[in-house]
C-alpha cells in the first residue's frame, strides 16, 4: 500500500500584512510557492516567520491581502476541504503523555472521516503506512511520554502526513533536539518530499540545516521579504550581514552545498 498520489497545489502570498493589535509584524509581503518544493524561511528572532506561517495555516487572519492557494483564497476553502489539502506542525503543540503513537497519528485522518468517525479500512492502511514512513512501527503502541524528543517530533509528522497533504507547514521542526534528531526529522522531511511531491514550507533557525535540505530560500526583515534564491545565492557575506547582523565566512562541501561559519557580530558604527 502506498499513501495516494499528491497533486501539485501553487502557493501565493499577494501584499499580505499581518498584526497583533496595532503592531505590524508582516508587511505587503508578495511571493509564490512552487509545487514539489522545500522553501525555508530564515530571518532574525521577531521577524514575522512564524506568524508568516500562521497567516498561511489559517490561524491568524491577515491584516489585509490575500494567500491563495491553487488560485482560491484560503478563507474561501471549507476547513475540512483546507485540511485535506494543507497540514501544519505549531512550534508548540501539546498531547497528553499518556496518547499513544498510534493515536496520535490517527489524529491525523479526522478530515477524512466519514459517518460516526471511526476509522475505516483505509483510515488504518494510511496510519500504517505513515508509522512505516517514519519509522515508528515498533513505538505504535508507546506513550508520548516514553519517547525522546525526536521521536515525538517524528510522531508528530507522521500526524501531519496521514491527512495526506498537498502543502506542509512546519514551524522549526528540530527545535530542542540534539544534532541527529535535527538530521533525522529534515532527512525525513526531504524524503517525504522528493517521494510524494509534497511542496514544504518551514521556518528554521539553523542557515546550514536550512541550506542543506531547501530549494529555496526566504529571508525576512523589518516586516519584508528581503531576498528569495538558492541556498548559493541567499547564503552570501553580504545579505547575512543584513538580515541577521553577523560577520561571516562562508564555504562549500563536498556536494557542492553552501554552510556559514559566523565570525562575529556586525559592529555598529
Not at 6 to 12: A, F, T
Not at 101 to 108: A, D, I, K, N, Y
Amino acid at each position: 500500500m502506498k499513501l495516494e498520489g499528491i497533486s501539485k497545489n501553487w502557493l501565493e502570498l499577494q501584499k499580505v500584512s499581518a498584526a497583533y493589535g496595532a503592531k505590524i509584524v508582516l508587511d505587503g509581503v508578495d511571493f509564490e510557492i512552487p509545487p514539489g518544493k522545500i522553501v525555508t524561511v530564515v530571518g532574525a528572532n521577531g521577524s514575522g516567520k512564524s506568524t508568516l506561517l500562521k497567516v498561511i495555516g489559517r490561524l491568524l487572519a491577515p491584516h489585509s491581502g490575500c494567500v491563495l492557494l491553487d488560485g482560491k483564497a484560503i478563507d474561501r476553502y471549507d476547513t475540512i476541504e483546507l485540511s485535506k489539502q494543507m497540514a501544519i506542525l505549531p512550534q508548540l503543540h501539546h498531547a497528553s503523555g499518556e496518547t499513544t503513537v498510534e493515536e496520535l497519528v490517527g489524529f491525523g485522518r479526522f478530515p477524512h472521516r466519514t459517518g460516526l468517525g471511526m476509522q475505516n479500512a483505509r483510515d488504518r492502511e494510511v496510519i500504517a503506512e505513515a508509522l512505516r514512513l517514519t519509522r515508528l512501527e515498533e513505538f505504535r503502541c508507546r506513550k508520548l511520554s516514553t519517547l525522546s524528543g525526536g521521536e515525538r517530533q517524528r510522531a508528530w509528522i507522521a500526524m501531519t502526513l496521514t491527512q495526506e497533504p498537498n502543502l506542509l507547514l512546519l514551524d522549526e521542526p528540530t527545535t530542542f533536539l540534539d544534532l541527529r534528531s535535527q538530521f533525522e526529522v529534515i532527512e525525513l522531511v526531504r524524503d517525504l518530499n522528493k517521494r510524494f511531491g509534497i511542496t514544504v514550507l518551514m521556518v528554521l533557525h539553523d542557515l546550514n540545516l536550512a541550506a542543506r535540505c531547501s530549494d529555496l530560500l526566504v529571508t525576512l526583515k523589518d516586516r519584508h521579504i528581503k531576498n528569495i534564491g538558492t541556498p548559493q545565492e541567499i547564503l552570501q557575506t553580504e545579505i547575512l550581514r543584513d538580515i541577521f547582523e553577523i560577520e561571516s565566512e562562508i564555504h562549500f562541501g563536498k556536494d557542492k552545498i553552501p554552510y556559514c561559519v559566523p565570525v562575529g557580530s556586525v559592529k555598529l558604527k
